[in-house]
């Protein structure tokens, strides 16, 4: 059964990977909700082995997940399969990343909700996959060019940076007389040593020029706020990283779900099969929701509410005509 549900699944996706855009990496995810509420969630992917394991979209894996990993020498790329079923009420986790080399509010946060309510006369399906806001345009919106254009835009690395050094003094919180001497000093180092640089010439002394910031902030500030610095500063980093990354990161979503669909934003529908393709721009600056609602009504029950009430008029009436 299984084998035939992955061939279903994978069927499905050639059709899909006929008209999904050309990328470095492509995401296809097929959930199959049944009438029970239990699901089974799938995962294909393929591309380069190094862009597969990457942190922007980290591949499910571990304690009870069917993976299966295999070479295509055609392409000359990796394709990725895993699977693993969900009892009702069970969710999958905001982010399949395992690790603890980056901190969880660095990568994408896709939480995934599934309910399932049973009323007497119907049961609701309502289900729900939120791909959190990467809030690009308040924190380096020159990246956003590159993000929609694919192209490199003047200055975006300048900004980065700044952005980077910025951030992290103010979440360091070190109190209001030392951040005003301190944003100064900020503020001369960037604009002498960062600003009028070319992004070429940026990306080329990158990790000087992090080491000389990072000292800056660490000499003015003292000891007591060394490991601050580097954690705060390793997250925001690590974030923009993350973001940049998912340039080339394309989504395609599936879902089968059970009874007659209610209301969904499903890009298209066929039968009881919805879809969606996604990219980073859909969640760059507002979270990017996914969500359908579906009913089953159990005709049997209203049957048996209709016939109790007819049996009560008739009831009723035979009373009073006695």
Not at 26 to 42: A, L, M, T, W
Not at 169 to 195: H, K
Not at 216 to 230: A, E, N, Q, Y
Not at 276 to 290: A, G, L, Q, T
């Amino acid at each position: 059964m299984k084998k035939l549900f992955k061939s279903l699944f994978i069927l499905l996706l050639v059709v899909f990977q006929l008209i999904i855009w050309q990328s470095c990496v492509e995401h296809s995810v097929f959930v199959q909700i049944d009438p029970g509420g239990d699901y089974q969630f799938n995962y294909y992917s393929h591309g380069d082995l190094t862009d597969l394991n990457d942190f922007d979209f980290p591949i499910p894996a571990g304690e009870k997940w069917l993976t299966e990993l295999t070479f295509d020498k055609e392409n000359e790329s990796h394709k990725y399969f895993a699977s693993k079923s969900f009892v009702a009420g069970e969710n999958p986790p905001s982010s399949f990343f395992r690790g603890d080399s980056i901190y969880s509010t660095s990568l994408l946060q896709h939480p995934l909700s599934f309910k399932v309510r049973n009323w007497y006369f119907q049961k609701t399906y309502e289900f729900k996959w939120t791909f959190l806001s990467r809030e690009v345009s308040s924190k380096y919106p020159k990246m956003k060019h590159i993000l929609e254009g694919g192209e490199s835009y003047p200055g975006w690395s300048v900004e980065v940076l700044s952005y980077l050094f910025r951030d992290c003094l103010l979440r360091i919180d070190v109190g209001f007389n030392q951040s005003a001497i301190i944003t100064r000093e900020l503020d001369f180092w960037l604009e002498s040593a960062v600003n009028q640089l070319a992004d070429s010439t940026l990306q080329e002394n990158y990790q000087n020029l992090k080491f000389d910031g990072i000292e800056l902030l660490k000499t003015t500030l003292g000891p007591s706020f060394h490991h601050r610095i580097d954690s705060v500063f390793k997250q925001l980093e690590d974030e923009s990283r993350v973001t940049l990354g998912l340039v080339d990161d394309k989504f395609e979503f599936l879902l089968l779900i059970p009874g007659e669909l209610a209301e969904s934003n499903a890009d298209t529908s066929y039968a009881d099969t919805l879809s969606w393709s996604f990219n980073v721009n859909y969640f760059e600056d507002s979270d990017y929701e996914i969500y359908a609602v579906s009913h089953v009504v159990n005709h049997r029950r209203y049957k048996y509410l209709f016939g109790g009430i007819l049996i009560i008029v008739l009831l009723i009436t035979w009373r009073f005509i006695r």
